[in-house]
C-alpha cells in the first residue's frame, strides 16, 4: 500500500506555505488575465473611469482602504502561521529518534526511568562520538511559570518558560545538531557554580549555570532597562534560583531557541523530576534508520515506549498551526464577504450616481456588454491598487518575533518564539483575495449598470 493520501486541508497548508507557488501563480495569471482582457476589450476610454475615480475621490480612497485593510490583516496572520510552520520543521533531525513513555504525544507529560537508557543505547544502529559515547541524550523536560518583573503599581505579569536538563551537553549538542556562540561554553559537569559579587539578582551561595537559546535571551533581556539580549556572565531569576549564563546557542529557527539548558541533576531536583527522564534522543544514520529503530524499540520488553522519529513528533506539534489556520481561514472567509459587499455598494452607489453618464454612453454607440466592461474594469483596479498596498504593509511583519505555542493537543504544548514569515506565495494569496473581492463586488453592479435603458437612464 502506498503513503496515505493526503486531505485537502493538509494539500491547503501544503499549498500556502511550502510548494504552492505554481498553483498560486496560475490562480494570479487568470485574474491579471482577466484585468489585461477587459483592458483590451474595453471600448469605453479609460480615462472615463479614472476620472470618475478621481472625482469621487473620498470613497475611491475608502474602498480601496477596505481591500487594504483585508489583504494586510490576512497576510501578517498567516506569517505568524508560517513561522509556526517553519519553527517545527526546522526542530527535528531526520536522523533522531525521540523516545517517549507510552501514552505520552509530548515531552512535559512523559516519565521515563533510569534503567531503560543502557539497553536503548547499545540498539543497533545507534552513532556515537569521538570518544566512543553513544549518541543518546538522556533529557528532562519541564514548563516553568516564570513571574516577569514589572514597575511598581503594575499589573503582576507572568511567562511560560521551557527548561531542558541534559546529561551530557556535549551529546546533546551533537544529537540536536546544535552549537554555542562563540564566546559561550557548556555548563560544567556540576552545573552550578559560586555566586560572584557581581552577579545580580544572587540567591544564596550558589547560582545554577545556563545555556540559553537565542530568541530566549532576547525576551528575557526586554526585561531589563536596557531591552538588550542576555550575554554570557548575565544572571535572572526562574523558580526559586538565579541562574547564570555561561552560553547562548546559535539561532537555528527552531523550538531550541526558546529554551533554557541546563544540568539535568540540577532541573530535576528543583522542578519535581529528581529520579526521572521525560525523554531520549537518540541519533542514527538518517531518516530510514531512524525509522527502522523506531520500529524495533515499539517491541521493548522492558518498559512501554513511545518511540518516534524526531521529525514525526514535531510535524504533531504544528497541530496548533493547523488550528491557527483553520481559525484564520474562517476569518479571512468573513473579512472577504464583508470587503465584497462593501465594495459592491460602492459600485451600486457610484452606477446610481452615474445613470445619466450611462445613459449618454448608450447613445454614444456603446454596447450593453461594454458598458459591464467599463465598471468591472473600475472594480478591479481598486482591488489590484488595494491588495498591492495592504501586501506592502503585511510584508512590514516579516521578520517580526512573536510568542506561541505548538501542541500535538491539549493540554501539553512548547511555549516558543517565532518569527514571522511573509513568503511569495502568502503574497501571491493576498492579492488573489482582492481580485477575488473585486471581481465578485463588481460583476453584480457591473450588470446593473448593463441593464440600464438609454432614455430611461437620461430622465
Not at 519535581?272 to 520488553?301: C, D, H, P
Request: some cysteine.
Amino acid at each position: 500500500m502506498g503513503p496515505p493520501k493526503p486531505s485537502a486541508f493538509d494539500q491547503v497548508v501544503q499549498i500556502l506555505f511550502f510548494s504552492g507557488s505554481k498553483e498560486l501563480a496560475l490562480i494570479l495569471a487568470c485574474f491579471l488575465g482577466l484585468l489585461v482582457a477587459l483592458l483590451v476589450i474595453g471600448r469605453v476610454p479609460i480615462s472615463y473611469n479614472l476620472r470618475n475615480l478621481a472625482i469621487r475621490w473620498k470613497t475611491t480612497v475608502m474602498t480601496g482602504l477596505a481591500f487594504t485593510l483585508v489583504v494586510a490583516l490576512m497576510t501578517v496572520m498567516l506569517a505568524f502561521v508560517n513561522g509556526m510552520y517553519k519553527l517545527t520543521e526546522k526542530s527535528g533531525q531526520p536522523g533522531n529518534v525521540i523516545v517517549l513513555a507510552d501514552g505520552a504525544t509530548d515531552e512535559s507529560f512523559s516519565t521515563l526511568s533510569f534503567v531503560d537508557s543502557s539497553d536503548i543505547e547499545r540498539e543497533p544502529g545507534v552513532l556515537k562520538d569521538d570518544r566512543g559515547a553513544a549518541l543518546c541524550s538522556k533529557e528532562v523536560y519541564v514548563i516553568v511559570n516564570q513571574e516577569i518583573p514589572v514597575a511598581q503599581g503594575e499589573k503582576p505579569r507572568r511567562r511560560f518558560v521551557q527548561v531542558r536538563g541534559v546529561e551530557d551537553p556535549a551529546i546533546a549538542g551533537a544529537v540536536h545538531s546544535l552549537r554555542l556562540r562563540e564566546g559561550s561554553r557548556w555548563f560544567s559537569e556540576a552545573g552550578i557554580e559560586e555566586a560572584a559579587p557581581g552577579d545580580a539578582q544572587a540567591t544564596g551561595d550558589v547560582v545554577i549555570q545556563a545555556v540559553l537559546g537565542n530568541g530566549l535571551a532576547a525576551e528575557l533581556g526586554n526585561d531589563r532597562p536596557q531591552r538588550q539580549p542576555l550575554r554570557v556572565g548575565d544572571t535572572f531569576s526562574l523558580g526559586a534560583r538565579t541562574w547564570k549564563v555561561v552560553g547562548i546557542l546559535d539561532s537555528t529557527g527552531s523550538t531550541f531557541d526558546s529554551e533554557v539548558w541546563a544540568k539535568r541533576a540540577r532541573v530535576g531536583e528543583d522542578f519535581g523530576k529528581a529520579n526521572m527522564f521525560s525523554s531520549y534522543l537518540i541519533r542514527t544514520e538518517g531518516a530510514q534508520a531512524a525509522e527502522a529503530l523506531a520500529e524495533r524499540l515499539k517491541g521493548y520488553k522492558k518498559a512501554a515506549l513511545n518511540p518516534q522519529p524526531e521529525t514525526k513528533y514535531f510535524v504533531q506539534q504544528g497541530e496548533t498551526g493547523k488550528q491557527f489556520l483553520v481559525a484564520i481561514i474562517v476569518i479571512a472567509v468573513v473579512m472577504a464577504v464583508g470587503g465584497a459587499l462593501g465594495v459592491m455598494n460602492t459600485m451600486y452607489a457610484a452606477i446610481s450616481q452615474r445613470t445619466k453618464d450611462i445613459g449618454v454612453l448608450r447613445i454614444l454607440g456603446y454596447a450593453r456588454w461594454q458598458i459591464l466592461v467599463s465598471f468591472l474594469l473600475e472594480s478591479l483596479v481598486l482591488a489590484l491598487l488595494g491588495g498591492l498596498l495592504g501586501c506592502a504593509i503585511g510584508m512590514l511583519s516579516d521578520g517580526l518575533t512573536a510568542r506561541s505555542v505548538v501542541s500535538s493537543g491539549p493540554g501539553g504544548g512548547k511555549s516558543v518564539v517565532l518569527q514571522m514569515v511573509v513568503s511569495r506565495e502568502i503574497l501571491m494569496t493576498g492579492l488573489i483575495l482582492s481580485l477575488g473581492m473585486g471581481t465578485i463586488g463588481g460583476f453584480l453592479p457591473a450588470v446593473s449598470a448593463m441593464r440600464l435603458r438609454a432614455l430611461e437612464s437620461l430622465r
